[in-house]
């Protein structure tokens, strides 16, 4: 009898099967001690809230004070120390809880309290030289506490607020009146404290985490519960949408208290997709997602550390990439936006954490590593702009829109949110007649733009020429220069000086795309010209 062998051929792959991913290797990486913000008086209340609300202007956060509830509202280039007796935002007479900027004006800003109020404040463009304790508005509806608030994310002047009598308020800021006690719609879906809201990316869904451990996804008009999801084994803190992934994101703990999170089909709330302990610390979790990058980051309460994820619509739907870790804790936190990033480092995203042990906040930037000093364009999509898609009778009527977008490019356009740019001018009429006509037989236009650029151009340029001219002198990026105290240092001197040529780099860029501009209206003038001649 004979043994044969047989040699089946080996399938050897010599290279590790790496998922491609362009955020592989993002780092954190803190602000030096110069680009802090020092001897701030954090609050020492123990409310699981970020405490801090951040925008391109100004950096809020909540603050101890003696007698009432108060926070800080600090001009973003306003590093170093902070004096002692800096004035303070002091209307509420009980502990602030919760602070959200107007996604659509930097200069407005909504609080809510233990007093039961929710107030609306108007920050001055200047420094602030004396305490602000008169609100633009002032909202009465609930009889307890107001744990939380939350900005329409595409409707202008439309804020939710959620409050320890287990109602949802629905409040329509576009009245005269200073004092509102009437909400336009009160959401009573919840049987116990509500402890997180997120809207989908039009804001025609609200998901809400509550304290009976439920997560509920409501019309937010009427206020039907449209899903119930009672999973026993996740007891969920927070609740996020990722965008337009159809996927809800939730912070918790397991049945052993370990700190848990878990993913949900935005249709089918029964079971997660994906569920994962993380570790056994008692700190709440916060999750914060990024749209443009599909990159989420969960930040520990409590700890200094940051893990991110890069989420992805098939399976395993959620890729570890690396975690950002600090000894210093955070109690904590806050997050620019997108406009307010600093696209020549190739930051994707910016944290502002509390820290209260050293009366600290300490800015860190998500960075991808590129030796490029270009615009990246792959990184930075279109993204959210701070112009509003719908008024807010509009929503209230029933309309859905996305948010508008905007670039990042520098020089592509203002993305700064401004009042004086809310109202726009009317269209001239031949802009209406060139969106129904053919460009054929017409002189060929270089970078040619669409007509609905073309029209967004012409809307920034007659609201600019509104402008007195001592204004458009005033103002580097919306902001007031002249307010900025002189510089003490030699390190403050080259602050503002590389701030001044960043200014004259960008104003260069906004002349060039002028001129361009001009160029594209002329040729178009002619053709139209052209045009008419014809007939």
């Not at 602000?31 to 925008?55: G, L, M, W």
């Not at 991110?308 to 804790?329: A, D, G, T």
């Not at 670039?407 to 700064?416: E, F």
């Not at 802009?431 to 037989?441: F, K, L, R, S």
């Amino acid at each position: 009898m004979s043994w044969g062998v047989v040699f089946l051929p080996l399938q050897m792959s010599w290279h590790p099967q790496y998922r491609s991913s362009k955020f592989r290797h993002v780092y954190g990486k803190a602000a030096s001690k110069e680009k802090c913000y020092d001897c701030v008086p954090i609050t020492r209340n123990v409310h699981d809230n970020q405490f801090c609300a951040v925008n391109p202007h100004f950096i809020a956060v909540v603050t101890e004070c003696a007698g009432g509830g108060a926070f800080l509202v600090i001009p973003i280039h306003q590093t170093g120390k902070l004096d002692p007796h800096y004035p303070k935002i002091c209307g509420h007479k009980g502990n602030v809880l919760d602070i959200k900027w107007n996604p659509f004006n930097d200069f407005v800003i909504a609080s809510c309290s233990e007093d039961t109020t929710v107030k609306i404040w108007d920050i001055p463009k200047h420094l602030l030289t004396r305490n602000i304790t008169s609100p633009k508005k002032e909202l009465l509806g609930h009889v307890r506490r107001v744990g939380l608030i939350e900005w329409h994310p595409t409707a202008n002047n439309i804020l939710f607020s959620s409050g320890y009598d287990y109602k949802i308020m629905v409040w329509n800021l576009d009245t005269k009146e200073a004092v509102i006690s009437n909400p336009v719609k009160i959401l009573d879906a919840h049987k116990n404290v509500v402890l997180s809201m997120s809207f989908n990316t039009d804001g025609s869904l609200l998901a809400t985490a509550c304290r009976d451990r439920k997560i509920r996804l409501i019309d937010p008009r009427s206020g039907t519960v449209l899903q119930e999801a009672s999973y026993k084994s996740h007891r969920v803190n927070k609740v996020l949408f990722l965008g337009n992934m159809k996927k809800l994101f939730s912070t918790g703990t397991s049945r052993w208290n370990n700190r848990q999170i878990a993913l949900w089909d935005e249709n089918d709330l029964s079971v997660p997709l994906l569920e994962e302990d993380l570790d056994g610390s008692s700190g709440l979790l916060f999750p914060f997602y990024d749209s443009d990058t599909h990159m989420l980051y969960v930040v520990g309460k409590g700890d200094g550390n940051i893990r991110y994820y890069e989420i992805s619509p098939e399976k395993p739907y959620l890729n570890y990439l690396m975690e950002y870790r600090s000894h210093l804790p955070q109690k904590g936190i806050g997050m620019m936006p997108k406009r307010g990033l600093e696209v020549s480092a190739c930051e994707i995203f910016r944290f502002y954490k509390l820290i209260p042990t050293k009366n600290l906040i300490e800015p860190v930037s998500m960075i991808v590593p590129r030796r490029s000093e270009s615009y990246q364009e792959d990184i930075y999509p279109l993204t959210t702009g701070a112009q509003p898609a719908l008024t807010a009778q509009e929503w209230l009527n029933g309309i859905n829109k996305g948010p508008l977008l905007v670039s990042l490019r520098p020089g592509s356009g203002a993305v700064n949110s401004l009042p004086l740019f809310l109202e726009p001018e009317p269209l001239l009429k031949t802009t209406d007649m060139n969106q129904h006509q053919g460009w054929g037989g017409r002189m060929p236009l270089e970078n040619m733009q669409k007509p609905s650029e073309i029209k967004d151009s012409r809307k920034q340029l007659k609201v600019e020429e509104k402008l007195p001219k001592n204004e458009q002198m005033c103002f580097s990026n919306g902001f007031d220069i002249f307010g900025c105290p002189p510089p003490k240092t030699e390190n403050e001197l080259l602050q503002m000086f590389y701030r001044q040529q960043e200014e004259i780099r960008r104003l260069r860029e906004l002349v060039n795309q002028r001129d361009v501009q001009i160029k594209q209206l002329e040729l178009e003038l002619r053709n139209l010209c052209t045009d008419t001649g014809s007939y």
